[in-house]
């Protein structure tokens, strides 16, 4: 949940061709030839007179404003696929839409676009045939690494599974058209795989292998089973056990495995910063800007001049701060309170990234692939080039930066009476961490304090500031799930010393308060002024997981208010009632695993957690292109204009998904660095708790260490364990023995595997509640 905070296909991608001529007509007399060459019958040649034409296209309008040249809108190509009842050929959809030469090559382009997106087939005569008359089902594969798989319908129908002998044609990601032919001995529905539409890898990373003269890559997705053949000579002299880039030649096939040849040798997989670079390209993050985005850079001076300055407001004079972490490199915001009348002024100052990233410029292209910064310990990803975002967007210490501000008044009640959005000139006063801000509160007398005295009232404003937006927050009703963040230590070679909790404290709550409060006003002037925009949108429980939590809390005397539609306040009513009961992890866990996940969408849903009916991301334009995105939304309409930047249903679906890609690689990263760290840990003996029940075993987070493992359903004990998803526990079927989320065990780490990333446990006998989590050494017997 989140309480914090594809390429883009167009309409068939079509390119702007030369000026078309008229298109020839059909001699006078002649009869219309099918794809064969044959004499239509008569009853085919009165279909082709009833097909639409160009001239009816209902979207012409649409595909005039996008193309110098417009071809037929996918909707014209489908209704005169329609009109013709059966399959047709490439020649003769052209002569009905009235294709000219010129027209071709962006027809063609058209033609692919729909075919990647599951609109149309072609058959085995290459004739082209509209999917939904096929009852063919479209959608994109999920891997699983014991080779089977699943069908991710388009149509957001149930999953469908894919036998191994089915994902043998096919890889982890590939867009296919299937069809159902029953269910799977679970009862699953089962598909077979008609047409592949699409082959999204055309590179993998994986390790090279050499067994008994054949090489082959094995792919370092694990939802990819495949192994990709290497023919002799092309692999770019890699050793056998180094970590390779391959290029898939031939795709897999019914009969074939994939082909591929060597194109980078990365180096050895324990080289220092190895797992970062695996993570790049295993979930194709962009890591090297290209060489428009350079060129562009080259235009920035460092400095901010009079010329951009012109026509801002000036709040330099402000004592505006940045509180940040001690590692931070990159300043989105600045913050100054001060006391007015029996309530507050807070200013939030982000820096103004849209003034120097033009939309649909060589930057603003590449941050919206990039989506977002990508965070790994010690090497960041960013979304901009380091010229802007470590330094003229940066709001850094004693330097003028031009920033867009949210000048807001807040009554005694924590509630914003009135806010002004405004662009602006800064400097910042101070670059504060959360550590020295949260040591001159504790003790504004001490040497913290001493050190930036003049700067002591406006932190102490804050701080009070803060005390009033916190009492409006629980009156709100906002959910607070009490989470453990961890920072990882590294030594001189890069690897793990240590992993530590971080402690948060009053510093970092008053920086995210006034950042929500911001955010909040950024949704609110775009939603009054019926401006588009992509707000932050999380919903509640779907009814399904809502029926499950209630049977679980059941279980333990509690209830969840709200009926079929609970509030954030309901969560957080069970939350406090919880508070310091020895079971309190367990079932705030379960609360948190029935929400869903949060996601950016121009249909303003709300966000379920913080209680807000209307929120969306201002505050970060530096590492997040949908905070862009708002800064441009609303410097539209202070100027009282629109800003279109295209179809804002497909940004909020790219946003989403690299926000997640960013996710999925910082979890590898960290895993395999944790593999490593507990490579010598093999034999030693930890206290733990339960953090996840699932059929195939228990997943054990060990104290003070902070790296969770395996221990199988098979070594849980003599019995058959049983997995009930609704409590959360495995349960064994002769001794009624529970593992449930959240019980204490005591565990030996027996196998690490720095490959697959997985540590496996095995229970140890005194097991129980209430230990130090200290390692001791098992004795060998």
Same mark, same amino acid.
């Given at each position: 949940?989140?309480?914090?905070?594809?390429?883009?296909?167009?309409?068939?991608?079509?390119?702007?061709?030369?000026?078309?001529?008229?298109?020839?007509?059909?001699?006078?007399?002649?009869?219309?030839?099918?794809?064969?060459?044959?004499?239509?019958?008569?009853?085919?040649?009165?279909?082709?007179?009833?097909?639409?034409?160009?001239?009816?296209?209902?979207?012409?309008?649409?595909?005039?404003?996008?193309?110098?040249?417009?071809?037929?809108?996918?909707?014209?190509?489908?209704?005169?696929?329609?009109?013709?009842?059966?399959?047709?050929?490439?020649?003769?959809?052209?002569?009905?839409?009235?294709?000219?030469?010129?027209?071709?090559?962006?027809?063609?382009?058209?033609?692919?676009?729909?075919?990647?997106?599951?609109?149309?087939?072609?058959?085995?005569?290459?004739?082209?045939?509209?999917?939904?008359?096929?009852?063919?089902?479209?959608?994109?594969?999920?891997?699983?690494?014991?080779?089977?798989?699943?069908?991710?319908?388009?149509?957001?129908?149930?999953?469908?599974?894919?036998?191994?002998?089915?994902?043998?044609?096919?890889?982890?990601?590939?867009?296919?058209?299937?069809?159902?032919?029953?269910?799977?001995?679970?009862?699953?529905?089962?598909?077979?795989?008609?047409?592949?539409?699409?082959?999204?890898?055309?590179?993998?990373?994986?390790?090279?292998?050499?067994?008994?003269?054949?090489?082959?890559?094995?792919?370092?997705?694990?939802?990819?089973?495949?192994?990709?053949?290497?023919?002799?000579?092309?692999?770019?002299?890699?050793?056998?056990?180094?970590?390779?880039?391959?290029?898939?030649?031939?795709?897999?096939?019914?009969?074939?495995?994939?082909?591929?040849?060597?194109? =980078?040798?990365?180096?050895?997989?324990?080289?220092?910063?190895?797992?970062?670079?695996?993570?790049?390209?295993?979930?194709?993050?962009?890591?090297?800007?290209?060489?428009?985005? =350079?060129?562009?850079?080259?235009?920035?001076?460092?400095?901010?001049?009079?010329?951009?300055?012109?026509?801002?407001?000036?709040?330099?004079?402000?004592?505006?701060?940045?509180?940040?972490?001690?590692?931070?490199?990159?300043?989105?915001?600045?913050?100054?309170? =001060?006391?007015?009348?029996?309530?507050?002024?807070?200013?939030?100052?982000?820096?103004?990234?849209?003034?120097?990233?033009?939309?649909?410029?060589?930057?603003?292209?590449?941050?919206?692939?990039?989506?977002?910064?990508?965070?790994?310990?010690?090497?960041?990803?960013?979304?901009?080039?380091?010229?802007?975002?470590?330094?003229?967007?940066?709001?850094?210490?004693?330097?003028?930066?031009?920033?867009?501000?949210?000048?807001?008044?807040?009554?005694?009640?924590?509630?914003?009476?009135?806010?002004?959005?405004?662009?602006?000139?800064?400097?910042?006063?101070?670059?504060?961490?959360?550590?020295?801000?949260?040591?001159?509160?504790?003790?504004?007398?001490?040497?913290?304090?001493?050190?930036?005295?003049?700067?002591?009232?406006?932190?102490?404003?804050?701080?009070?500031?803060?005390?009033?937006?916190?009492?409006?927050?629980?009156?709100?009703?906002?959910?607070?799930?009490?989470?453990?963040?961890?920072?990882?230590?590294?030594?001189?070679?890069?690897?793990?010393?240590?992993?530590?909790?971080?402690?948060?404290?009053?510093?970092?709550?008053?920086?995210?308060?006034?950042?929500?409060?911001?955010?909040?006003?950024?949704?609110?002037?775009?939603?009054?002024?019926?401006?588009?925009?992509?707000?932050?949108?999380?919903?509640?429980?779907?009814?399904?997981?809502?029926?499950?939590?209630?049977?679980?809390?059941?279980?333990?005397?509690?209830?969840?208010?709200?009926?079929?539609?609970?509030?954030?306040?309901?969560?957080?009513?069970?939350?406090?009632?919880?508070?310091?009961?020895?079971?309190?992890?367990?079932?705030?866990?379960?609360?948190?695993?029935?929400?869903?996940?949060?996601?950016?969408?121009?249909?303003?849903?709300?966000?379920?957690?913080?209680?807000?009916?209307?929120?969306?991301?201002?505050?970060?334009?530096?590492?997040?292109?949908?905070?862009?995105?708002?800064?441009?939304?609303?410097?539209?309409?202070?100027?009282?204009?629109?800003?279109?930047?295209?179809?804002?249903?497909?940004?909020?679906?790219?946003?989403?998904?690299?926000?997640?890609?960013?996710?999925?690689?910082?979890?590898?990263?960290?895993?395999?660095?944790?593999?490593?760290?507990?490579?010598?840990?093999?034999?030693?003996?930890?206290?733990?708790?339960?953090?996840?029940?699932?059929?195939?075993?228990?997943?054990?987070?060990?104290?003070?260490?902070?790296?969770?493992?395996?221990?199988?359903?098979?070594?849980?004990?003599?019995?058959?364990?049983?997995?009930?998803?609704?409590?959360?526990?495995?349960?064994?079927?002769?001794?009624?023995?529970?593992?449930?989320?959240?019980?204490?065990?005591?565990?030996?780490?027996?196998?690490?595997?720095?490959?697959?990333?997985?540590?496996?446990?095995?229970?140890?006998?005194?097991?129980?509640?209430?230990?130090?989590?200290?390692?001791?050494?098992?004795?060998?017997?």
């Amino acid at each position: 949940m989140d309480l914090n905070h594809v390429r883009q296909r167009g309409a068939g991608a079509v390119t702007k061709p030369k000026k078309a001529a008229p298109a020839k007509a059909a001699r006078a007399g002649s009869s219309p030839q099918n794809s064969t060459g044959v004499k239509r019958s008569a009853p085919d040649a009165a279909r082709l007179l009833r097909a639409p034409t160009r001239s009816g296209d209902p979207f012409q309008a649409r595909e005039s404003s996008n193309y110098d040249e417009p071809v037929p809108s996918r909707e014209m190509i489908l209704e005169t696929l329609n009109a013709q009842g059966v399959p047709v050929s490439n020649a003769e959809l052209e002569k009905l839409l009235g294709i000219t030469d010129s027209e071709r090559e962006g027809f063609e382009r058209r033609l692919g676009a729909m075919q990647r997106d599951g609109q149309i087939m072609r058959n085995r005569r290459d004739a082209i045939c509209v999917v939904t008359k096929l009852d063919l089902i479209t959608g994109k594969v999920q891997g699983h690494p014991d080779g089977f798989g699943f069908l991710i319908r388009d149509d957001a129908g149930p999953d469908m599974f894919l036998g191994p002998h089915e994902m043998h044609k096919i890889l982890h990601g590939d867009r296919v058209a299937a069809r159902e032919i029953g269910l799977d001995r679970r009862g699953r529905p089962e598909a077979k795989i008609v047409e592949v539409l699409e082959h999204v890898n055309h590179r993998l990373v994986g390790r090279l292998r050499n067994e008994q003269g054949v090489l082959f890559v094995v792919p370092e997705n694990r939802r990819i089973s495949q192994e990709l053949l290497v023919p002799p000579g092309n692999e770019l002299n890699a050793k056998p056990g180094q970590v390779v880039v391959a290029e898939i030649i031939t795709q897999p096939a019914r009969h074939a495995q994939p082909v591929a040849r060597v194109v =980078e040798i990365l180096g050895n997989y324990a080289d220092p910063g190895m797992e970062i670079e695996i993570a790049l390209r295993k979930h194709d993050l962009p890591y090297e800007f290209p060489p428009a985005v =350079e060129k562009a850079c080259a235009r920035f001076s460092g400095k901010v001049t009079l010329e951009d300055m012109a026509g801002r407001e000036d709040v330099r004079k402000l004592p505006l701060v940045t509180i940040d972490g001690e590692t931070a490199r990159d300043f989105d915001d600045a913050v100054y309170c =001060e006391p007015r009348g029996k309530g507050f002024r807070l200013l939030v100052a982000i820096a103004d990234v849209s003034h120097y990233v033009d939309h649909g410029d060589a930057l603003d292209r590449e941050a919206l692939n990039r989506g977002n910064s990508v965070y790994f310990p010690r090497r960041v990803i960013p979304m901009l080039p380091e010229v802007l975002s470590n330094g003229l967007c940066s709001l850094n210490p004693q330097v003028d930066r031009l920033c867009m501000v949210c000048d807001m008044n807040i009554d005694a009640h924590g509630d914003v009476t009135e806010y002004r959005f405004y662009p602006s000139v800064m400097w910042s006063h101070a670059r504060f961490t959360y550590t020295v801000v949260a040591e001159i509160l504790k003790d504004p007398q001490g040497a913290a304090a001493a050190q930036h005295r003049a700067l002591v009232p406006q932190l102490t404003n804050l701080s009070k500031l803060y005390q009033v937006l916190a009492k409006s927050r629980a009156k709100r009703g906002a959910i607070d799930f009490e989470t453990i963040e961890t920072q990882m230590i590294f030594d001189a070679q890069g690897k793990i010393e240590r992993i530590v909790p971080v402690e948060r404290n009053d510093a970092h709550r008053i920086i995210e308060e006034c950042m929500l409060a911001a955010n909040v006003c950024a949704s609110d002037i775009l939603r009054k002024n019926e401006h588009a925009a992509l707000y932050r949108v999380h919903q509640g429980p779907t009814p399904e997981r809502l029926l499950g939590l209630r049977e679980f809390l059941k279980g333990f005397g509690l209830e969840l208010g709200g009926g079929e539609a609970p509030r954030a306040h309901d969560y957080a009513k069970v939350l406090e009632r919880v508070k310091g009961r020895p079971d309190a992890q367990l079932l705030q866990t379960a609360m948190l695993r029935s929400l869903r996940q949060a996601v950016y969408s121009p249909d303003n849903l709300g966000h379920f957690g913080l209680a807000y009916e209307s929120y969306t991301h201002f505050t970060s334009p530096i590492r997040r292109y949908p905070d862009l995105l708002i800064h441009r939304a609303i410097k539209a309409v202070i100027r009282h204009k629109r800003y279109e930047p295209g179809n804002w249903q497909e940004l909020g679906m790219q946003c989403s998904l690299t926000e997640r890609r960013a996710d999925e690689a910082t979890r590898d990263v960290e895993a395999w660095l944790k593999c490593y760290y507990m490579r010598d840990r093999v034999g030693d003996v930890f206290d733990g708790t339960i953090s996840s029940a699932v059929a195939f075993g228990i997943f054990v987070a060990l104290d003070g260490v902070y790296v969770e493992g395996l221990v199988h359903v098979s070594d849980l004990g003599s019995d058959y364990f049983h997995f009930d998803a609704a409590k959360h526990q495995l349960v064994g079927e002769r001794t009624a023995k529970r593992y449930r989320l959240g019980d204490r065990v005591r565990v030996r780490v027996v196998r690490v595997d720095i490959e697959s990333s997985k540590i496996d446990f095995v229970l140890e006998e005194s097991g129980g509640a209430g230990f130090a989590g200290k390692p001791t050494k098992a004795r060998h017997k």
